[in-house]
């Protein structure tokens, strides 16, 4: 074999990060010899070519971060009643490699799947497609790879066996404030990413509880994560994983739960009026074909919270450092502010373009006139008192790029301008802290011309 890939991504990954190949050749002594590498989509299809020189030291080295994040986008989905897969946020990539050289520095050169000495398009792969997802890793995390080990739990498939696991693509507090009307949603990998028939992160029910302030269970539901509820791949919920192992996807890969109050609501079964706080469970598949209560892939506490002093309260989501949705309602003051920028020119009072035999005097006639008026409407919010784990979460809404507030059922996208914290100063003294930030609509008020 002339090409060896001796370096690749874990899958899945994270497409904002250093996704680093390493590549050798037995062939890097020939003339004008160029490693080439193909970004191939789920079906094969050559997104991207590159072509590189070998290194100093005779390797190819190819970061493909930088090129995933422009095929990659956002799912959205917090409106989602019981579940979605994933069509923009998460997708399978095939990175190939081959080589191209001639037989003389001035011939031509010739192209090579770099196996053996085939002639042809790259064609040394690993084992098994790269799913990218559209977030993140820190370079400071000491590694170049997502820590997907703390995110796909390999388990036993369709079995009685007993697991506890925080799966879920968030660094959200595991509970959380929630008040009616608002929609929420968890997301987390589902099934496996090589093939494997025996073991997989297999989400094949949601439980969700509902509870009254005395702690009595009130209200219960359960999901069936099949393609007939928005999810998969299971088309039946008795096929056992063995049975559809074969049949996952990209989108299947990645799972949207909706798990909010109106998202139940908006699924057809309201939350009972007394409810207090309620709890949801992603689980696997029993052998008998049934939901695990005991094989728990992420579980989350949702507790009724009301306005403050009459604040409406602002409804934020916006897309985490997974590339997924996370959610959080600003209820203290909020300030809104309308700034009006306008163009004018000075018209003269007498009307020198009369067509009339006399030229009449018109009190009504516009001196100064306005061609233009933009308005840009800004509002000021204040967070509840936050804990440090919960501070250090909603950071989170500051960096990203991607925000939208919640207006009754619709999700308008914002612009986060700013964000000042009464910060920790005095750790022994001082527990709690807000934030105060300014966000602007991006999409502005039309103004009258």
Same mark, same amino acid.
């Given at each position: 074999?002339?090409?060896?890939?001796?370096?690749?991504?874990?899958?899945?990954?994270?497409?904002?990060?250093?996704?680093?190949?390493?590549?050798?050749?037995?062939?890097?002594?020939?003339?004008?010899?160029?490693?080439?590498?193909?970004?191939?989509?789920?079906?094969?299809?050559?997104?991207?070519?590159?072509?590189?020189?070998?290194?100093?030291?005779?390797?190819?080295?190819?970061?493909?971060?930088?090129?995933?994040?422009?095929?990659?986008?956002?799912?959205?989905?917090?409106?989602?009643?019981?579940?979605?897969?994933?069509?923009?946020?998460?997708?399978? =990539?095939?990175?190939?490699?081959?080589?191209?050289?001639?037989?003389?520095?001035?011939?031509?050169?010739?192209? =090579?799947?770099?196996?053996?000495?085939?002639?042809?398009?790259?064609?040394?792969?690993?084992?098994?497609?790269?799913?990218?997802?559209?977030?993140?890793?820190?370079?400071?995390?000491?590694?170049?790879?997502?820590?997907?080990?703390?995110?796909?739990?390999?388990?036993?498939?369709?079995?009685? $066996? @007993?697991?506890?696991?925080?799966?879920?693509?968030?660094?959200?507090? @595991?509970?959380?404030?929630?008040?009616?009307?608002?929609?929420? @949603?968890?997301?987390?990998?589902?099934?496996?990413?090589?093939? *494997?028939?025996?073991?997989?992160?297999?989400?094949?029910?949601?439980?969700?509880?509902?509870?009254?302030?005395?702690?009595?269970?009130?209200? $219960?539901?359960?999901?069936? $994560?099949?393609?007939?509820?928005?999810?998969?791949?299971?088309?039946?919920?008795?096929?056992?994983?063995?049975?559809?192992?074969?049949?996952?996807?990209?989108?299947?890969? &990645?799972?949207?739960?909706?798990?909010?109050?109106?998202?139940? *609501?908006?699924?057809?079964?309201?939350?009972?009026?007394?409810? +207090?706080?309620?709890?949801?469970?992603?689980?696997?598949?029993? *052998?008998?074909?049934?939901?695990?209560?005991?094989?728990?892939?992420?579980?989350?506490?949702?507790?009724? *919270?009301?306005?403050?002093?009459?604040?409406?309260?602002?409804?934020?989501?916006?897309?985490?450092?997974?590339?997924?949705?996370?959610?959080?309602?600003?209820?203290?003051?909020?300030? +809104?502010?309308?700034?009006?920028?306008?163009?004018?020119?000075?018209?003269?009072?007498? $009307?020198? +373009?009369?067509?009339?035999?006399?030229?009449?005097?018109?009190?009504?006639?516009?001196?100064?006139?306005?061609?233009?008026?933009?308005?840009?409407?800004?509002?000021?919010?204040?967070?509840?008192?936050?804990?440090?784990?919960?501070?250090?979460? &909603?950071?989170?809404?500051?960096?990203?790029?991607?925000?939208?507030?919640?207006?009754?059922?619709? =999700? &308008?996208?914002?612009?986060?301008?700013?964000?000042?914290?009464?910060?920790?100063?005095?750790?022994?003294?001082?527990? &709690?802290?807000?934030?105060?930030?300014?966000?602007?609509?991006?999409?502005?008020?039309?103004?009258?011309?």
């Amino acid at each position: 074999m002339a090409i060896t890939i001796n370096q690749s991504p874990t899958t899945p990954n994270m497409a904002n990060a250093d996704l680093v190949y390493q590549v050798d050749s037995t062939k890097k002594t020939e003339p004008q010899f160029q490693y080439v590498c193909d970004i191939q989509n789920a079906s094969k299809t050559v997104l991207q070519r590159i072509k590189q020189q070998p290194n100093p030291s005779g390797y190819g080295v190819f970061n493909v971060g930088n090129i995933l994040t422009n095929y990659l986008s956002t799912d959205p989905v917090w409106k989602t009643g019981q579940f979605a897969t994933s069509s923009f946020v998460n997708k399978q =990539f095939w990175v190939a490699f081959g080589e191209q050289y001639g037989t003389s520095p001035s011939s031509s050169v010739s192209l =090579f799947t770099g196996i053996g000495t085939n002639l042809g398009a790259p064609g040394t792969t690993g084992s098994y497609a790269l799913t990218a997802t559209d977030g993140l890793v820190e370079i400071n995390s000491g590694k170049f790879n997502f820590a997907s080990a703390s995110y796909v739990y390999m388990e036993p498939a369709s079995q009685y $066996n @007993t697991f506890s696991h925080q799966a879920a693509l968030t660094n959200a507090p @595991t509970t959380q404030k929630i008040q009616d009307g608002e929609y929420a @949603t968890i997301s987390a990998y589902n099934g496996n990413f090589n093939g *494997d028939t025996s073991n997989a992160q297999d989400i094949a029910y949601v439980i969700i509880n509902v509870y009254n302030s005395a702690g009595s269970n009130i209200q $219960n539901y359960q999901y069936e $994560n099949t393609t007939a509820n928005g999810g998969g791949p299971r088309d039946d919920i008795a096929d056992f994983w063995s049975a559809v192992a074969g049949d996952q996807t990209q989108s299947t890969n &990645l799972l949207h739960v909706g798990v909010g109050p109106q998202n139940i *609501d908006d699924n057809g079964t309201a939350l009972n009026a007394n409810w +207090s706080y309620y709890t949801v469970k992603l689980v696997g598949q029993g *052998d008998d074909s049934l939901e695990n209560d005991n094989g728990v892939y992420a579980q989350y506490t949702f507790q009724k *919270d009301t306005a403050a002093c009459d604040y409406e309260g602002v409804r934020f989501a916006w897309k985490n450092e997974f590339g997924v949705w996370d959610y959080y309602t600003a209820k203290l003051a909020i300030d +809104s502010s309308v700034q009006i920028e306008r163009n004018s020119y000075g018209a003269s009072f007498v $009307n020198y +373009s009369n067509s009339a035999g006399t030229l009449p005097y018109n009190i009504s006639r516009r001196g100064n006139t306005q061609i233009y008026n933009s308005l840009n409407q800004r509002k000021t919010v204040t967070t509840d008192y936050l804990n440090q784990a919960d501070a250090d979460w &909603l950071r989170e809404l500051f960096y990203s790029t991607d925000v939208y507030v919640q207006e009754g059922t619709d =999700f &308008l996208p914002v612009v986060v301008n700013n964000a000042n914290v009464t910060e920790k100063t005095n750790p022994r003294s001082q527990k &709690l802290f807000t934030y105060t930030f300014e966000f602007e609509y991006a999409n502005q008020l039309r103004p009258r011309v």
